[in-house]
């Protein structure tokens, strides 16, 4: 069974920053690709970036490259978003997910999510 636990998001204004971070308790961590997706009110869930294993490749949607920043820690089960110029339409639920598919970013394994307000 593969858990996965968002915790970090909350209520911020427009150009202000947030870290969210996916614990990954009793999974072999290193061995996994990891991602954030994003779901706003009315629109289906978005790909928005992902990491491989080691942590030595990444790939960003264009909605965010430059403002967020993906990495991870394999000894904590642990990774991490990093989010700076928050715009209003960064607004979504961020889901934590296992890549099974590097090719086309498919998640897997999701977490419960957490929400996102950015405030203009």
């Known amino acids: 069974q593969v858990q996965l636990v968002e915790s970090g998001g909350g209520l911020v204004q427009a150009g202000g920053s947030l870290r969210l971070s996916c614990a990954a308790p009793g999974l072999t961590f290193s061995r996994y690709n990891m991602g954030w997706f994003r779901q706003a009110p009315g629109k289906e869930r978005e790909f928005v970036v992902a990491?491989?294993?080691?942590?030595?490749?990444?790939s960003y949607a264009d909605a965010v490259k430059g403002r967020c920043t993906i990495s991870r820690d394999n000894a904590k089960n642990t990774v991490y978003l990093q989010m700076i110029s928050l715009k209003p339409e960064d607004t979504a639920v961020y889901y934590c997910?296992?890549?099974?598919?590097?090719?086309?970013?498919?998640?897997?394994?999701w977490g419960q999510g957490t929400q996102v307000t950015v405030s203009s």
């Open positions: 997910a296992v890549i099974t598919e590097w090719s086309t970013r498919r998640g897997g394994y």
């Open positions: 990491i491989s294993g080691s942590g030595s490749v990444t």
